[in-house]
């Protein structure tokens, strides 16, 4: 019998901790570039920061879960099959809102390319780079728990505004990292919030369609992934992608597929999706 008190508030804990293990982190990749290390340490660095929370869940895991494992937890999250239409879905969501803003960059740009990556070798390592940077390293903790967690006191859309919140907020030592001041820098986290609790909300619509957590991880991935390609403006490419991404958010709300954001049908899904 395991001897370690549960936790009363797990998800509260967790996000005090996933902040207090990523910021030496941030520091320790900041001090790499500062010091001119070669450019793999870094990206090695930045993608062992990017996975604080998963530290911060495999610490805490034996007092929220008594008795679980963690391996086995991490593979329950993608046991389910996964759905084409969902799959699907947002997929095309996401690779429409990607040529829109390619389309709206191209008219107004006069740099040489539209694309910050100009040969296969560097897309490809782009990918694999914010795939292990990012989706790998966050969904297990943010959505794997914290927003199953969450759902358990919250109607969903209520859980993935709190936790869209917070997730915004861990990236706060980045937002002083882009060399923005004064009112460049409200406007960049102002649409970096956006961006954050539009997709947080997208993400719970369609993990709970599918309870597989390829569905966020994919989110994750292409939102940050086309982002990144296009050269443009940050601010401007931010403020695109928070426009868009908000109207999806809304639209979602509003049509509430299957009852899964709120509704008398909540419950019923959701537990018996998790057990």
Request: net charge positive; charged share 10%; hydrophobic share 55%.
């Amino acid at each position: 019998m395991n001897g370690e008190k549960k936790l009363k508030n797990p998800v509260t804990s967790f996000i005090l901790l996933t902040n207090i293990i990523f910021l030496p982190l941030f520091i320790l990749v900041g001090v790499i570039r500062m010091l001119e290390f070669p450019v793999w340490v870094f990206d090695v660095m930045l993608c062992i920061s990017a996975w604080s929370s998963t530290f911060a869940f495999g610490v805490l895991f034996k007092r929220i879960y008594p008795g679980q494992s963690f391996i086995q937890f991490a593979k329950d999250r993608f046991k389910n099959k996964l759905k084409f239409s969902v799959i699907l879905t947002v997929s095309m969501i996401q690779a429409f809102i990607f040529l829109v803003i390619l389309f709206i960059v191209s008219n107004n740009s006069e740099a040489d390319s539209i694309f910050t990556k100009t040969s296969w070798g560097m897309l490809v390592y782009f990918f694999f780079k914010n795939l292990l940077s990012g989706p790998l390293g966050e969904e297990i903790g943010w959505r794997g728990f914290a927003q199953i967690e969450l759902q358990k006191k919250h109607s969903p859309l209520k859980a993935s505004i709190i936790l869209g919140f917070w997730w915004g907020i861990w990236h706060l030592p980045i937002w002083f990292t882009t060399g923005y001041v004064g009112i460049d820098l409200i406007k960049y986290m102002l649409f970096f919030m956006i961006s954050i609790q539009s997709t947080t909300i997208i993400m719970t619509v369609f993990y709970n369609l599918n309870q597989n957590l390829i569905v966020p991880i994919i989110i994750h991935q292409f939102f940050n992934f086309f982002i990144g390609i296009i050269n443009g403006n940050l601010i401007d490419l931010i403020m695109y992608n928070a426009l868009f991404y908000l109207v999806v958010a809304v639209l979602i709300i509003v049509i509430n597929p299957k009852k899964v954001l709120y509704g008398k049908k909540i419950h019923t899904l959701i537990m018996d999706n998790n057990t």
